[in-house]
């Protein structure tokens, strides 16, 4: 079967392991041009709303519990609404929402964003297409421990896009990424290592890169070989 025909740029060992999305050469993640609707379902999986319903202690006693235990129950119940909460009530109406909402889960299942063998959160050359909300707001998993990883080496963000009040936990690499708008990380956190090498930000007339009251707190933070800088730091 083929595979998605992303290759990096600065790692020749490193390429795409997953199946082209419809009819194009590449997965859904790295495929440079997306349609609306492919776009709105990129987004929907990497903003998904896992456990907002669920407190700390649901989520830790989930780990817990038997089988026939009720309080099993009350939480598989409140995970389906929150699952059902991330479409839309327009995409609820739909005659083939079942279907649909099936397609959207499998995609989700398959989108390997998440390798926990490395503790690495993958976003290596993925073209995030411009979106009306303009804010990341990934939900680490449950258990993730503070080496987590996250590598956005070689992604393209085409829109505005806003970190703000984001905590990376783990090493974040933004190397070789290009924005061609505005990104901010207002009161962004950078718990560890936080490396911006390469980066192209957008030439517009006015600062590209927001960083107000961002907390770098790791014991490494690299800025180098930035294009366009026009930066905000406050």
């Not at 390798?115 to 976003?123: G, N, T």
């Not at 703000?164 to 009161?187: A, L, P």
């Not at 961002?214 to 800025?223: D, H, K, R, S």
Request: charged share 30%; net charge neutral; with cysteine.
């Amino acid at each position: 079967m083929n595979k998605c025909k992303w290759e990096s740029k600065v790692d020749s060992n490193q390429s795409c392991k997953r199946n082209p999305y419809g009819d194009s050469d590449y997965c859904l993640y790295h495929k440079p041009d997306k349609t609306e609707t492919e776009s709105e379902l990129f987004w929907k999986i990497i903003n998904w709303d896992t456990y907002s319903r669920l407190n700390p202690e649901e989520i830790r006693r989930s780990f817990e519990l038997r089988e026939n235990d009720p309080l099993l129950n009350i939480i598989n119940e409140k995970l389906k609404i929150c699952e059902l909460s991330n479409f839309s009530e327009k995409e609820q109406n739909r005659s083939d929402f079942e279907s649909y909402k099936n397609t959207v889960l499998q995609e989700k299942k398959n989108s390997n964003i998440w390798v926990s063998i490395s503790s690495l959160f993958d976003f290596r050359g993925f073209v995030f297409p411009p979106t009306h909300e303009k804010i990341f707001k990934y939900q680490y998993p449950i258990f993730t421990n503070s080496f987590g990883r996250m590598d956005f080496t070689e992604a393209i963000f085409k829109g505005v896009i806003f970190f703000d009040n984001y905590t990376f936990i783990g090493n974040t690499s933004f190397n070789n990424c290009v924005f061609k708008h505005e990104v901010r990380f207002y009161r962004a956190k950078f718990l560890r290592r936080a490396s911006f090498i390469n980066v192209t930000f957008s030439n517009s007339s006015g600062e590209s890169g927001i960083f107000n009251e961002t907390l770098f707190n790791g014991n490494e933070v690299i800025f180098e070989n930035i294009e366009n800088q026009k930066l905000d730091f406050k």
